[in-house]
């Protein structure tokens, strides 16, 4: 196989992400992919990471590379995010999907109040986080001393590894007059069930089941209101200076996942161009490597993901150089970031698709990695985050002069 391509450092990155921490989380997530590359086939028959995998993932911090660092954490900045799980999406796109996941929720945790903080990572710093940012699926009450919360969420990838959950929910009130508000509550596991509902096509390494809340109290310390994650201080700021916690936390949402797509996409291709150097056609003996068309594609390609890992790291360096200088976006500026994210998927999923499509009835072989590669691309983009009509049609909104209709951001 040819090497896959490492995260560029050639743009500007900023005090932290191109410093020697950066390059050394980056050294550490490059050592694993050989290692996680040979566990893949396991990975999606339990449905779940291995206990190795997550052990290594510990072991390289890599679940807390966006920690606060007076907890111990390596308080990367946020393209950090994009570079590792690009690098581990090249070996699995269900580790860089897990990894990238639970990692953000140690970036969201430091802007919660400080007592959530204590409380949860005083009993354990390597503690993982699992979520689910559906917030329609949850109904929350007010109530004294903090909301009632019940409700079902899907998609609440790694949960059987985790001790708390971020579940998102909408907050009703008998007042129609005080409207409703979007709020995270931090639940431990023992608040709410884990359904094992995980039996899917692609990303089936992520063991992402749905959880239940039959009606749960929760404080209001262990819960954050999705408007102080718009950008600027945040509850968690006076422990938690670092510009990295007054990100807008939603409107970078895609870039979460997007190096998932990125590495996997990356990968299809490396391996395309390894088999193109030595593959024989079945009906002539010609050497694909001569074929124009082989060619085309693998420029195609080529400059779908190049530009695809310019736009996403571009939006997360930017989003940081902002933060530092105290700026916080504009909506229409919140709104390109929601749709580069998406548009940079996007051409990822585009580009594994055409080589998918070029290499013949060779993908169809389930002993091989291209199936996987196809299914997990498609899986990646089914995100609601990657959904660029939604995406798009919100971003030309604001462009018109039309109010946002993502509540979100």
Known sequence: ????????????????????????????????????????????????????????????????????????????????????????????????????????????????????????????????????????????????????????????????????????????????????????????????????????????GTGSCDVEVRDAFVADYMTVAVGDLAGGPTPGSRVNPNPLYALPVFSLFPYVLSGVALGNAQACLDDYIEVARHRISTYNRAKLSDFQSTQIKIADASAKIDAARLIMRSACLDAMEDARRGRIPDMATKTRYRRDGSFSVNLCTDSVSMLFAASGARGLFTSGVLQRQFRDAHAINSHLAFNFDAAGTNYGRVALGLPSENLTL
Request: charged share 25%; aromatic share 8%; glycine share 10%.
């Open 1 to 204: 196989m040819a090497p896959g391509r490492k995260p560029s450092m050639d743009q500007p990155t900023g005090p932290e992400a191109g410093g020697r921490a950066h390059a050394e989380m980056i050294a550490k997530a490059g050592a694993l992919v050989p290692h996680l590359r040979e566990r893949a086939a396991r990975t999606e028959d339990l449905r779940h990471l291995p206990p190795e995998t997550e052990r290594d993932l510990h072991d390289a911090g890599l679940f807390r590379m966006l920690q606060p660092a007076r907890i111990g954490g390596a308080e990367l900045d946020y393209v950090a995010l994009v570079d590792c799980a690009e690098l581990l999406g090249q070996a699995d796109a269900s580790v860089a999907w897990n990894l990238a996941n639970l990692a953000s929720h140690h970036w969201m945790l430091g802007m919660f109040e400080e007592k959530a903080q204590d409380l949860v990572w005083g009993r354990d710093p390597n503690v993982l986080i699992a979520s689910s940012f559906i917030f329609p699926a949850g109904r929350a009450t007010r109530v004294e001393g903090g909301y009632q919360l019940r409700g079902s969420w899907p998609f609440s990838s790694g949960v059987a590894s985790c001790e708390w959950n971020m579940l998102a929910s909408v907050v009703y009130s008998e007042d129609e007059a005080d409207g409703i508000e979007y709020r995270i509550f931090l639940l431990p596991k023992g608040d709410y069930n884990v359904l094992d509902t995980w039996n899917v096509a692609g990303l089936r």
